[in-house]
């Protein structure tokens, strides 16, 4: 093998590529990235995978002897990184040497035989739908897929693309995220995706990135021009029914306020909060806030369009919970709260539900407990 290659353009897919192999696997092959290079198409191929998702990387090149080796992805991404050239050489040396340099530097590194790589079959689909927006769908969804490795479906993203619109919903059993956005979908299309792999595809993309998106056999995959990305899937039937969930919650109480100011107000609430919960309340035309820890009291309120207040004591929430959603939401958002502390919370694009939890017990029970 010996290509001359674009440095930066090298360290880009290296580096993306190496976001999808794995840092410490035990099968030390899964640790590396296959370069491929063909002098009959002038393109050099970057392949990892995890065997949960695969990336190959397309790369124009000037190749002069065609040939594959198998490189560490840390060590390629790093030398990439320290190399000065515009244009950057990789010679086999040996079957198991590549030697890379730049004119004015060369490393000689050990690599592993390209034959010994389990290089996965790269599908292509023949009917697809374009999707944009990977970032923007990844953040309001993975937040909310359960890190429980027994219930492989509540770690995955349902996504929908019907009517040329996305649907996509995440839900770990405590609390659950919908959304809707465009899409340039006619047909239907619906399957889960793995919450940390949709995630690593939002890594590496923008929210401009278009995206042709197929369903092959047990993968989808993601094409753009020079990249081709592929996701194990589950069977969609093995989801929860998460708008059965949404319908059986019955609003008595609700307020509209803005998400800028309720997220200032959460954010004064947790400081110091060592995993308590946030007592919320509705009353006369604001929303209050209050936290009553073992070391710390914290208490603030926003404006709201109150139309009809809680019971005085409130009801409890997660605080992180809270925290990751007003990270990832904006505009003016609608609070809905039933008789037993279940709470719906609207914006234009998004619904979330999110269960409330016991009232904490008070000091003093605390300490007789203790005593006990």
Known sequence: MKIEINRLEMLAAAKNAARVAPHRSHVDVLNGILVEGSDETGEVFLTATNHEATIQQKVKASIAESGAMLVNARLLVKMMDLLEGDFVTLSAITPNVLAVADGRCRYEINCLPAKHYPKPVMPFPEETARLTGICSLAKRTVFAVSA??????????????????????????????????????????????????????????????????????????????????????????????????????????????????????????????????????????????????????AQTSVPANVTKDTPKKGFFYEINSLMKLLNVISGRVKLEIDTTGFMVIKTRNEVYLQCPLRAPAKKAEKAEKTAA
């Open 148 to 297: 429980d490795e027994h219930k492989p479906a509540l770690q995955c993203v349902q996504v929908k693309l019907k009517n040329n619109a996305v649907l996509a919903a995440a839900c770990d059993g405590v609390k659950v995220m919908l959304l809707k956005d465009d899409a340039h979908s006619p047909a239907d299309r619906e399957f889960l995706l793995p919450g940390r792999s949709l995630q690593l595809l939002a890594s590496i993309s923008s929210d401009t990135d278009e995206f042709e998106v197929g369903d092959v056999g047990r993968e989808i995959a993601f094409t753009r021009k020079d990249m081709l990305f592929t996701i194990r899937k589950l069977p969609s039937g093995e989801y929860i029914d998460t708008n059965a969930i949404m319908k059986g919650i019955k609003p008595a109480y609700s307020a509209v306020s803005d998400v800028a100011k309720l997220k200032e107000a959460l954010d004064i609430v947790a400081v110091g909060a060592e995993g308590e919960a946030v007592n919320l309340i509705l009353y006369a035309g604001q929303i209050i806030l209050q936290r009553n820890g073992d070391y710390s009291v």
